[in-house]
């Protein structure tokens, strides 16, 4: 386990100095109550709201370790929104609703993945088709208009609890558990961050990287049918332009945060998930800080730049040699060796 | 003294690559830096030319101080560096990699027909058959080497360096390479060279530096200097025997006991359609010049180019081999000749390196446990002396010839029956090689089978029970017995008409 710490421990400093930051604009910030039977707080707001991307990151973060990147997600999400909500309007129930939610990612996964591994087209441009197309073919399924559904069992995914925690952080810390030890429990991990760094040297080791590659992005489909079902369900209505609308990026920008490198390999779902809560805490922090709505945006930008800059690998050995020459060892530097390397 | 080095040191962590360490370059020398794999060769040509930042130390050129940053740095100064590991882009042309950096404009633009003679020109001298206007990554190691040599020519007003720069090339192409080397030194450069060929360190050089665990252990004129005392002075003891040749029997197996049988397979353009018989604890080489189709059959066998033709079989019936999955599946393995592209995933440890083939034979369902890849890890650093600080260091970061290694163990530590081994002992030391070499011995003694392709003859006669001569191609000649001897080989492999008895093996 400590080594688990080791690695997510940028993010999670960040995240406590991120909450810290808020705190000092908003002081009651940290403070949650138990009322009605469900947790209150600004805290238990950002964990709920963060569902969608969070649920996206997991999968983006499988994905991004191949060395490729999963554009669609935002659009898968209203797609399998669309069909919650359209199942649950036909009457065939909740399940029925769950069910072709899962359908519809998975079918999306596999479309992406058809296309990078069997067809060859570059990850971005791949799914690029998918991210333009699937809201076309969200909208075909609601008909062009919100679709909306009054059924309290499909609803409860998104805005009922459980012991007083939100439904939606429930579907994210379990997914993020449980995918995570699928993969570290399993030689997945392995297999997917092998061919993530050398899918040449992997496939001549026999790794199946033909199927390993399209079982990732269906995974980020499965991921995104989650993020559709809870979004859809918390305002009870399938909005094909707006579901997900930009959370690819948001979702990337989790992963990137969590410290996983665009050029695949190693990763690590509880950093991606972190980065996802920081994000959401960058979110809610701006709008409960009280600042004027216009200057969301450029604050987010800067405290995103401010937080890549820091974690940036050229910058953290620099950090570290000061650090070191401070207490007087030798200096020995990944960047340096990095610099090499090309 | 044109280039002098002084108490240089390195360290990485857990590895002190390089301790106190002094070298001097007289302008119009060709001075050798010998060593073992991970001695610190590599290392301090990184430090000289700013790939990497030195802890500790003073260079000097022609009596300056300099302190290059940076790879771009050293080339202004007139330092022009081959690395060990090819560093051109694949995915521009040859012309392009050729003249980076300094293309030759027109109008502020790019001028392709100039770039293109000027890229004609700098290969002329090394009699290779280059279309300039493809990409690079489409030519092989052999080729893409002498682009690299051939941009670092150019670029070194002062010093050249080469860091094995002969490990893919076939001796017609060392000939010219040396050529070109030896009328650089007459023109007043110097030139370090760094190689684990003894015979080629001893043609070529004026002086060689011993580099041992990091530090110096030598400096010495190559003229009276005896080979034995080299190796001694590299290894710290002496090689028990340097190479096996002339005490390996050469028996092939019976052909009626033979027991993995490939029949007409091949494929358009890459190889011809042949047959080959495979039996237990046999060992194959495969001889031929660069591009005879030595590396295609290896592909075609292993199914990274599936044979469009023929079958492959054993005892139980037919093998399919469409893809390296299947052939892992049936228990092949395959060492490839480009290390860097096609063997080693850099960013996993050594010892994820060595379960990955085992790993993905067994399915992604059934993890080997941690406890069990520390043992095998653990077993084939020792068995094939892996230096590396420890088993949970990133591969890319071990020197070249223990990234070789990994790759071997790799594959052993899988256990196949047919391991195809491509140019098995490239960028390993003397040492180290005679060790590969009595592996191979040992696990054929154990039941598996080995084709070996090599470049080094000598190699193939040390291990080989039979020895496949390819050309153009195709399998023209098959050497057994008596005939498994360096001269013969060299024969059958030029001779349009070899004396060789049975035709297309
Ligand atoms: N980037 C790096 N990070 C950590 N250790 C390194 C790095 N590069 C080299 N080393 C270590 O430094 C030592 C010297 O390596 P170097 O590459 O200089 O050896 P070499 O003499 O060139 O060997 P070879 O003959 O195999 O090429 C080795 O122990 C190696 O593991
Ligand atoms: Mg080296």
């Known amino acids: 386990m400590p080594r688990v710490i080791q690695r997510v421990l940028p993010q999670l400093l960040t995240l406590a100095a991120l909450m810290a930051l808020v705190s000092v604009f908003f002081p009651d910030f940290l403070e949650i109550t138990y009322s009605d039977g469900r947790l209150v707080g600004p805290v238990i707001d950002i964990l709920k709201r963060g569902a969608p991307v969070a649920l996206l990151a997991i999968g983006m973060t499988l994905v991004i370790a191949t060395r490729g990147i999963d554009l669609s997600v935002g659009a898968t999400m209203a797609i399998c929104g669309a069909c919650s909500a359209w199942a649950i309007s036909a009457g065939y129930g909740l399940a029925g609703a769950l069910g072709f939610a899962m359908l519809a990612g998975l079918a999306a996964g596999l479309w992406n993945g058809a296309l990078v591994a069997v067809f060859g087209i570059q990850p971005i441009v791949a799914t690029l088709i998918l991210m333009t197309a699937g809201r076309g073919v969200a909208q075909l399924i609601t008909e062009g208009r919100i679709l909306t559904f009054n059924h309290e069992g499909l609803a409860f995914f998104g805005s009922g609890d459980i012991l007083g925690v939100p439904m939606p952080t429930l579907i994210w810390v379990l997914l993020g558990v449980l995918v995570a030890l699928l993969v570290r429990r399993t030689a997945l991990g392995l297999l997917i961050e092998a061919i993530g760094i050398n899918r040449r040297a992997s496939t001549l080791a026999g790794i199946n990287s033909r199927v390993l590659l399209i079982a990732v992005y269906m995974a980020s489909g499965f991921c995104a049918a989650w993020a559709g079902i809870v979004a859809t369900a918390d305002i009870r209505g399938a909005d094909a ?20 490198s665009l050029l695949g390999g190693r990763f690590s779902i509880a950093a991606s998930l972190l980065g996802a809560m920081i994000i959401q805490t960058i979110d809610t922090g701006i709008l409960l800080a009280g600042f004027p709505s216009e200057f969301n945006l450029v604050i987010k930008a800067a405290l995103v730049l401010v937080i890549l800059v820091l974690q940036s690998p050229n910058l953290a050995p620099r950090f570290a040699r000061i650090a070191r020459r401070r207490r007087g060892t030798p ?9 090499a390397g090309e | 003294m044109l280039l002098t080095i002084r108490s240089l040191t390195k360290t990485f962590p857990g590895t002190r690559a390089l301790d106190s360490v002094d070298f001097d370059l007289r302008a119009g020398e060709v001075h050798a830096l010998l060593g073992e794999n991970g001695a610190g060769k590599s290392t301090l040509i990184k430090c000289l030319t700013g790939a990497y930042q030195r802890d500790e130390g003073e260079l000097t050129l022609d009596g300056a101080p300099i302190s290059p940053q940076s790879t771009l740095e050293a080339q202004e100064l007139g330092i022009g560096t081959v690395y060990q590991e090819v560093n051109l882009l694949p995915n521009l042309t040859v012309a392009e990699n050729l003249t980076f950096g300094r293309q030759p404009t027109r109008f502020g633009m790019v001028d392709g027909r100039a770039m293109r003679r000027q890229a004609e020109e700098m290969l002329s001298g090394y009699g290779v058959d280059v279309d300039v206007r493809r990409d690079l ?25 080469l860091d094995e720069p002969t490990a893919s090339l076939d001796s017609r192409e060392v000939a010219m390479l040396f050529d070109v080397v030896r009328s650089l030194r007459e023109q007043g450069l110097g030139i370090i060279f760094i190689s684990h060929f003894l015979d080629q360190v001893f043609e070529i050089s004026d002086r060689v530096t011993v580099l041992r665990n990091g530090c110096r252990v030598a400096t010495d004129d190559i003229a009276g200097l005896e080979r034995l005392r080299l190796i001694e002075h590299m290894l710290g003891h002496e090689l028990e025997d340097e190479t096996r040749e002339g005490r390996h029997a050469h028996v092939p197996s019976d052909p009626s006991e033979r027991t993995l049988h490939f029949e007409g397979v091949g494929r358009r353009g890459l190889i011809e359609p042949f047959d080959l018989s495979v039996g237990r604890g046999e060992v194959i080489g495969l001889a031929g010049l660069l591009g005879s189709g030595r590396t295609e059959s290896a592909e075609v066998l292993f199914g990274i180019k599936p044979t469009q033709t023929g079958t492959a079989r054993d005892e139980n019936g037919e093998i399919a081999l469409r893809n390296p999955r299947e052939a892992v599946a049936a228990g092949f393995g395959f060492a490839p000749e480009d290390r860097k592209t096609d063997g080693i995933v850099a960013d996993l440890s050594v010892r994820e390196n060595i379960a990955l083939a085992l790993q ?19 077993h084939y650093i020792d068995r094939l002396d892996i230096r590396t600080s420890d088993a949970e260091k990133a591969v890319g970061d071990l020197s070249g010839g223990n990234q070789q290694k990994v790759v071997l163990a790799r594959w052993l530590a899988m256990n196949p029956r047919f391991f195809i081994l491509d140019e098995p002992t490239r960028g390993i030391d003397v040492g180290a090689h005679a060790e590969i070499l009595r592996l191979i011995e040992e696990v054929t003694a154990d039941g598996m089978s080995i084709l070996v392709i090599s470049s080094e003859l000598d190699e193939l006669v040390a291990v080989a029970d039979r020895v496949i001569v390819v050309r153009d191609r195709r399998h023209v000649a098959q050497l ?11 024969r059958a492999i030029a001779a349009p008409d070899a004396d060789s008895d049975e035709e297309a093996a």
């Open chain 2, 360 to 378: 993905a034979r067994r399915g992604w369902a059934r993890p080997i446990s941690r406890a069990e890849q520390n043992r095998l890890a653990d």
């Open chain 2, 480 to 490: 057994t017995g008596a005939e498994v001897e360096t001269d013969t080989i060299v």
């Open chain 1, 241 to 260: 332009n707006n579901s997900g609308l930009w959370l690819e990026l948001d979702a990337i920008l989790a992963v990137v945060i969590g410290g996983n």
């Open chain 1, 331 to 339: 200096a020995a530097g990944k960047l340096t060796t990095r610099e």
């Open chain 2, 137 to 161: 990554g489409t030519y092989s190691v052999a080729i893409q080497q002498i682009v690299a040599i051939a941009r670092a020519v150019t670029l070194s007003g002062k010093v050249l360096i």
